[in-house]
């Protein structure tokens, strides 16, 4: 394997794009352009300096034996990763399927698209039928429905899988932008789509649209529910879930993962993951405490905070503080809180596993760890005693 060198990097870290690698245990960054993450501990080095040949012809560094996993930063998507959409929302005839209504049998009803691309480059979404899939022809010794098919192709696929609720004002193009965005990280990704852009849909009516959207939120729990409900119906049959390994909540998103929590009879559906990401939530950070300490209890809590959030800002204007925007009241006890506002590059990001990503390789590994299932690494990061959180550098 060899990585071509760069040092078109911020202060401290050293790029190398990774071509190949012949490590069978490191398959999933074959041909995948990845960055290698400097500086590195004492241990780290001591394991590569006896491998590491040069190559003046190519301007590259040679590694010819396995990498520390944690030191490679996926930069691109891998080939094959899918993109399926599990919605609440109106069937529509558009290209992309979906609406901004709830679906015309009940706001619970869920239907299962697949995202593709024509040779143009345009995307379109593939309903999937609800009869059965019958498998092995007229042998039929196995019947799923399309919801148990994406779940067994993702949990034995070769990437990990994510599973991302959106926020505020997503029609489904945007949607599928922030998927694509994800997907880029090497994993495959399964969207629930709610309708959270209601309408109306100009700037000077955007609170009246927004009050609509947390009814919306609201209105879906069931829905969100009932996709938990057949996830964990799958495990149970199948002992695990393989891939499937993070859910990532992004924005008003986690106002409605917490009207799924706040219930009495809420039944630890979530606890299938391996990781559970806030992300930048628009939900109240006065007592968020208790229903983030309930997702702790089996999985991993990971709650991202940007104080200079331009889009929570607008929030803030409505509602009490917001968890993704507030770097106080960081106390839940099963969650890890990591606050992005002096992180190079995160300015006033709402999306950080994006832009800021780009221009930060602490931020990069941070995602791409957070998205395989994995804990985040703390280099490059500095714990607050103070606060309770870790500040991305």
Not at 56 to 64: E, K, W
Not at 220 to 237: C, N, Q
Not at 334 to 339: D, F, K, L, S, V
Request: hydrophobic share 40%.
């Amino acid at each position: 394997m060899w990585f071509q060198a760069s040092n078109s990097r911020p202060t401290g870290m050293y790029g190398f794009r990774c071509y190949s690698l012949n490590n069978t245990n490191q398959n999933k960054y074959l041909n995948q352009p990845c960055l290698l993450k400097l500086p590195i501990t004492a241990s780290e080095f001591l394991q590569l300096a006896p491998l590491v040949t040069t190559n003046s012809s190519l301007s590259s560094v040679i590694f010819p034996t396995q990498v520390s996993e944690h030191l490679l930063i996926p930069m691109g998507k891998k080939e094959n990763t899918m993109i399926y959409f599990v919605s609440n929302r109106n069937i529509t005839d558009d290209p992309l399927l979906f609406g901004d209504n709830f679906n015309a049998e009940g706001a619970e009803v869920l239907r299962v698209a697949k995202a593709q691309q024509d040779n143009a480059g345009n995307f379109s979404l593939a309903l999937m039928d609800e009869a059965a899939i019958v498998h092995n022809g007229a042998i039929a010794d196995e019947v799923q429905t399309p919801l148990e098919h994406v779940f067994d192709k993702f949990a034995n696929a070769d990437s990990p899988c994510v599973l991302f609720i959106h926020g505020f004002n997503q029609s489904i193009e945007k949607n599928l932008k922030k998927c694509r965005e994800i997907e880029a990280y090497g994993v495959n990704v399964i969207a629930f789509s709610w309708p959270s852009n209601p309408g109306p849909n100009f700037i000077l009516r955007k609170v009246t649209e927004y009050k609509r959207a947390r009814k919306n939120a609201r209105r879906s729990a069931i829905a969100l529910e009932r996709l938990f409900d057949k996830l964990y119906g799958f495990v149970d049959a199948n002992g695990g879930c393989g891939q499937i390994k993070t859910l990532a909540i992004h924005s008003l998103g986690n106002y409605l993962m917490q009207s799924v929590v706040q219930v009495p009879d809420y039944d630890h559906q979530a606890a299938v993951f391996k990781n559970i990401l806030l992300h930048q939530a628009d939900a109240d950070n006065p007592e968020h405490a208790a229903w983030l300490d309930t997702l702790g209890q089996s999985s991993r809590v990971i709650v991202t905070v940007n104080e200079t959030d331009d889009v929570l800002d607008f929030s803030d204007c409505i509602n009490p503080d917001r968890i993704g925007n507030t770097a106080a009241n960081m106390n839940a006890k099963y969650a890890t809180y990591y606050n992005f506002t002096e992180a190079a590059g995160a300015n006033d990001s709402h999306r950080l596993w994006h832009k800021p990503a780009l221009e930060n390789p602490t931020i990069k590994l941070f995602f791409s760890r957070v998205f395989d299932g994995k804990n985040p690494v703390k280099a490059g990061m500095q714990f607050n005693g103070n606060l309770n959180c870790y500040q991305v550098l």
